[in-house]
């Protein structure tokens, strides 16, 4: 039997899924401290780093007391594929897991972040994963970050992620519309949302009709719309 492990935990909260496919459903999220990334329009960049914002080491055992009992459960970040989710793969509980698309699930991680903190986990098992919901946010050229192209090949070669940008204006649908064609996404898997952390910027008509000419879904953000920036939400 695996030995148990830890899990860093910035926060556990309930609420509605605000974005892409799932929008509107009741949930638990999980918060996971550590990012591999550091997107300049990030809105939990207290969830980076070691040193980045308040958060706890939490045993699997705790961890899955605390997520038992809710039937979809949103696992997020900080990069939640850093750690071994499989193990919260709990019998009932719809999972839904959003990720940058950078890193291939299948293999087995080794990473060590840019403030030197060490993260490590075994390979994740695509028998399991791909009957739960991934949402794989592809950074653009507007997060100041690199991305991964062989990562986001192997993301778009299965049948079973969706895939959400966030745009900020007409340029980074230019830039969607060539990520898409160059990794043959089709527009039905497709979400794009708006950049902002307050209501006015989710209330710009011209650019959702933008996205809707483009095949795409829009993906309102719906914990921006009715709550603003207050964490926990």
């Not at 999220?29 to 939490?58: H, I, M, P, Y």
Request: glycine fraction near 8%; aromatic fraction near 10%.
């Amino acid at each position: 039997m695996p030995r148990p492990v830890r899990f860093p935990v910035n926060e556990i909260f309930d609420s509605l899924q605000g974005e892409g496919p799932r929008c509107g459903i009741r949930a638990r999220f999980v918060r996971f401290q550590f990012c591999n990334l550091t997107c300049s329009w990030c809105d939990t960049k207290e969830s980076w780093l070691a040193k980045s914002g308040a958060w706890n080491w939490v045993e699997e055992t705790d961890l899955i007391d605390r997520l038992r009992g809710a039937r979809d459960l949103i696992l997020t970040g900080g990069e939640p594929l850093l750690q071994p989710l499989d193990r919260l793969a709990l019998p009932g509980a719809r999972i839904h897991v959003e990720t940058n698309g950078t890193i291939i699930p299948t293999r087995p991680l080794e990473a060590v972040l840019r403030d030197g903190t060490p993260l490590g986990r075994p390979a994740l098992r695509e028998e399991l994963i791909r009957d739960w919901t991934w949402v794989v946010s592809p950074k653009l050229s507007n997060s100041g970050q690199p991305g991964s192209p062989e990562a986001l090949a192997w993301w778009a070669s299965r049948p079973w992620p969706f895939f959400k940008f966030i745009a900020a204006g007409p340029t980074d649908l230019e830039e969607i519309a060539e990520t898409t064609r160059q990794f043959r996404l089709p527009g039905e898997r497709v979400w794009v949302g708006l950049e902002g952390r307050t209501r006015d910027s989710q209330c710009r008509p011209a650019l959702v009709e933008a996205i809707i000419s483009n095949g795409w879904n829009y993906s309102p953000r719906l914990h921006v719309i009715l709550w603003g920036a207050e964490k926990g939400r």
